[in-house]
C-alpha cells in the first residue's frame, strides 16, 4: 500500500498500576487514511484502554507500565503533548456524561476551539456547520441537561467533529442512539473515512458496524490479538455466544453444535391486578416549553415484561421516571399500586418499583461495589443477613464478583451500568424499571443477566427502555412504541413489530433476528434467540 498509515502499533502492551495483569497484550496494527477499523471483544478485554493508549490519555492520565510503538502520522505518541494530540485525534467516549461540560449545546461544541484560541467569528462559523452537518442545529440553544440521552450523543460528536481531527476515535458510538440515528451514525462515520479520516470504531453492535464495511476488524480476547483481517473472516473466529452476529450466521453454526437449553422466562402475563396506570398523563418540564408526554394512557400488570422503544427525545425516560415519582405529571395522574404518586414519597415508591438509570454516574457514590450494592436494602430496613444474601445474587447475576472491592467510578462504563442494575437488583423490588439495560454491555453479558432476571422469582414485572431491538424480540412478551410523547403501539412483540412501516416511522429498524424469527413464525409460534430457532426449525 503506498499510503502512509494514520496509525502504527508495534507490539503494544500496557498494564495498569492497579491490576496484576496486562490489559493489553502484544497488539500490532495498522489504520489508514480513508479507512474503518471495527475492534469487537467481550467486556474488559482491552478496548476502551488500546483507545487511551492512541489518544494519549495513557500515560498523561493513566498511569502503568507500557511498552511497544505508537505512532499518529509517523510520530511516535510519547512526543506529542496533549494540546498536539487534541488537534489530531478525536475521541468519542462511551457515556457522554463524562465528555460534556457546556451548560449549552453551542458551548459544548466551541469547548475545544475556545481553549485552542480560535477567534469569535470561525468558532460560531464552525460550530454552526457542525450542527448543521449533523442534523442537530434545532438543538443549538438547548440546555445540554434537558436533552435525551440520544442528543447528548450526538451533541460530544459536534464538540469532536467541530476540530476536524484526522484520526477518530470512536468507543461505544451507538449506545445511546436509537436504530435509525445509529445507522445515519454510521453513515456518517463511512463518510468521514472516505474523505480520508481514519475511523477507529469500538462496538458490541456487530452487526450494525459490519453494514458499513469497515475495511478491517480486530478481535481482541482477555487483552490479545486474536484476529486481524477483513470482515468475513471474522464470522468464523468468534464466540457467537460473546458477540453477537448476523441471525443467519448464528444459525448457521448453532445447527452444527448440539442444542443449547431453552431459555424459559418465569413472568408471563396474568390477567388481575395493575400495578401501575397512567391515566391520561402529559408532562412538560416547564410552563413556557412544549409537553414531551401527551395524554399517555396505559396499565403495568403482574407478569409484563415490558421494552419501551422509540426515537432519541420521544419521552421514554420521561414516561418511565413517572412510575417512581421522580416526575409529576402535569396533567392527569399516575397510580402505583392505586396510590397517587404526588401523595408518596420517592423513597416509598423505592419499597415497590426498582429503577436503573440510563447513564449510571447519576447514580453511582458508594467508595466501593459491596457498600454501593447494600446502600439500597439498608435504606429499605431489610436485615443484615437478607442485605449479605441480595447482594451476593445481585453481584452473581452481573458476573461481576471481582469488583466488590473496587470503587465504582473506578470501573469502565459497561462495568459501571453493571454495577447500577446490580444495586438496584440488591433491593428487591417488585417491579424492575431499566434504561438502556444492555448499554455498554457485550453480548454474552447482557443475556446472563436478562436470563437470570426473568428466571429469577420476585419480580411482579420488569420494563426496559432499549434500541436494542433484539433485545425486545427475545425478551419482551408487550412492546411499547413510543413515538413524539405518544404511545402509537402497544401489544405482543409479533403483533407490534409487524407493521415495518410504522417502525421506520418511530425510527426503529428491523433487524435479521426479527426477519427470520418472522419468517418462522408460523412454525414456532413465538420469538426465539437465533440459537433456539436453529434447534427449531
Sequence with gaps: MDREPYITVDGLTFQYHSRTEPAIENLSFNVYPGEVLLIAGSSGCGKTTLMRC?????????????????????????????????????????????????SYVKNEVA??????????DEIIQRVDDTLKYLGIYHLRDRETFSISGGEKQKAALAGVLVMQPKILLLDEPLASLDPASAHEAL?????????GIAVMIVEHRVEDVLSIHPERVLYLDCGKQVYYGDSAGLMDVVDYHRIKLPAEVVMQRAGKKPPTEEFKPLLTPQPGEKLVSFENVSFRYHYDLPDVLHNVS???????????????GAGKTTLVKHAL???KPT??????????????????????????????????????????????????????????ENVDWAIHTVHMEAELATPP?????????????????????????????????????????????????????????????????????????????????????????????????????????????????????????????????
Aim: glycine share 8%.
Design 54 to 102: 492512541i489518544n494519549g490519555l495513557i500515560p498523561h492520565t493513566y498511569r502503568g507500565e507500557i511498552s511497544g510503538e505508537i505512532s499518529l502520522l509517523g510520530t511516535p505518541v510519547s512526543s506529542l503533548s496533549m494540546a498536539d494530540l487534541s488537534q489530531t485525534v478525536g475521541t468519542l467516549l462511551q457515556d457522554p456524561e463524562r465528555q460534556i461540560v457546556g
Design 111 to 120: 469547548f475545544g476551539l475556545e481553549n485552542l484560541g480560535f477567534t469569535r
Design 187 to 195: 453513515n456518517l462515520f463511512r463518510e468521514l473515512a472516505d474523505q
Design 298 to 312: 396505559f396499565q403495568v400488570g403482574r407478569g409484563d415484561v415490558i421494552a419501551i422503544l422509540g426515537h432519541n
Design 325 to 327: 415519582g421522580l416526575l
Design 331 to 388: 396533567a392527569g395522574q399516575v397510580l402505583l399500586e392505586g396510590k397517587d404518586t404526588r401523595k408518596i414519597t420517592v423513597a416509598q415508591a423505592a419499597h415497590t418499583v426498582g429503577y436503573v438509570f440510563q447513564s449510571p454516574t447519576q447514580m453511582l457514590f458508594a467508595p466501593t461495589v459491596k457498600e454501593e450494592l447494600s446502600f439500597g436494602p439498608r435504606n429499605l430496613r431489610l436485615p443484615p443477613d437478607a442485605i449479605e
Design 409 to 537: 467510578l473506578a470501573l469502565s462504563f459497561g462495568q459501571q451500568k453493571r454495577v447500577s442494575i446490580a444495586s438496584v437488583l440488591s433491593m428487591r423490588s417488585r417491579i424492575l424499571m431499566m434504561d438502556e439495560p444492555t448499554a455498554g454491555q457485550d453480548y454474552w453479558n447482557y443475556n446472563q443477566f436478562m436470563d437470570a432476571i426473568l428466571q429469577m422469582p420476585g419480580f411482579d414485572a420488569v420494563l426496559f427502555i432499549t434500541h436494542d431491538v433484539d433485545l425486545a424480540v427475545v425478551y419482551a412478551n408487550r412492546i411499547l412504541l413510543v413515538f413524539g410523547g405518544e404511545i402509537v403501539a402497544d401489544g405482543t412483540p409479533a403483533d407490534v413489530l409487524k407493521d415495518e412501516d410504522q417502525l421506520r416511522r418511530c425510527r426503529v429498524l428491523p433487524t435479521s433476528l426479527l426477519r427470520v424469527n418472522e419468517k418462522y413464525y408460523s412454525k414456532t409460534g413465538r420469538f426465539l434467540r437465533a440459537e433456539e430457532l436453529a434447534r427449531q426449525i
